[in-house]
């Protein structure tokens, strides 16, 4: 069972288009990372939410938590080639147990902006 | 400084072959991880450490084998992969561990291909 659904898995757009990738769950997080992974490199920490209803922004790039703390997206304005890369949501489940802190992932969303 | 190092960048190998992998932080962390990353899909966590001791083994084969000799540095001893195990290998740092803000830092990774 996939604890965080990430979709979509697959987007190709033109330069200039706006995009929103999502990030879903039925469990609550106590935080949640979004990370952009270039290939053959790894994955690079853009932000950090942990507040239900937080917004951040980072340039083009705006993140959202979800008041109840099971959803999070990413949106970006004018995609650029540059953002081209494999897109990661990563949380910390609420719950106790052992798997209280470790980071589960989604499955990914392979981003490509043509010029 | 938020940069995790690791070496080799890639790494070729035998099945017959004993190698290691070497990663090292000077942030200050004391929760290190190593991960397994196939083409486009999310890291898979194999080992956690915390405090320079071993918290999770996510039941990874005794072929692979974690060391950490001192807060700063990680280690992957390798010995009789398969080809199976061809891959990208993650480390990652954060502040600690078991955490609900668990923001880890990757390093660039080593492409490892088993012959």
């Known amino acids: 069972t996939q604890l965080l659904e990430q979709s979509p898995q697959f987007l190709s757009i033109q330069e200039g288009e706006n995009l929103t990738v999502y990030c879903n769950s039925s469990s609550v997080f106590s935080s949640l990372q979004w990370y952009r992974q270039e290939p053959g490199e790894g994955p690079v920490l853009l932000v950090t939410v942990v507040t239900g209803g937080e917004v951040k922004k980072l340039k083009r790039l705006t993140f959202q938590f979800g008041d109840a703390r099971k959803d999070s997206s990413l949106h970006i304005t004018a995609a650029q080639p540059g953002d081209t890369g494999l897109y990661l949501c990563?949380?910390?489940?609420?719950?106790?147990?052992?798997?209280?802190?470790?980071?589960?992932f989604g499955q990914g969303t392979i981003l490509t902006v043509h010029p | 400084d938020t940069e995790v190092t690791q070496t080799p960048k890639h790494l070729v190998m035998g099945m017959t072959n004993k190698k290691s992998l070497k990663c090292e932080q000077h942030m200050g962390h004391r929760a290190m991880y190593w991960y397994k990353q196939k083409a486009k899909k999310p890291p898979e966590l194999m080992f956690v450490?915390?405090?320079?001791?071993?918290?999770i083994n996510e039941s990874v084969p005794s072929r692979f084998s974690p060391e950490c000799p001192n807060s700063s540095l990680l280690n992957l001893h390798l010995h009789a992969l398969q080809p199976e195990d061809s891959a990208l290998y993650l480390c990652a740092s954060s502040q600690g561990y078991p955490s609900s803000y668990n923001e880890q830092f990757f390093g660039p990774g080593t492409r490892l291909t088993v012959l």
């Open positions: 990563a949380g910390v489940p609420d719950a106790g147990g052992t798997s209280y802190g470790k980071l589960t």
């Open positions: 450490y915390s405090y320079e001791k071993l918290s």
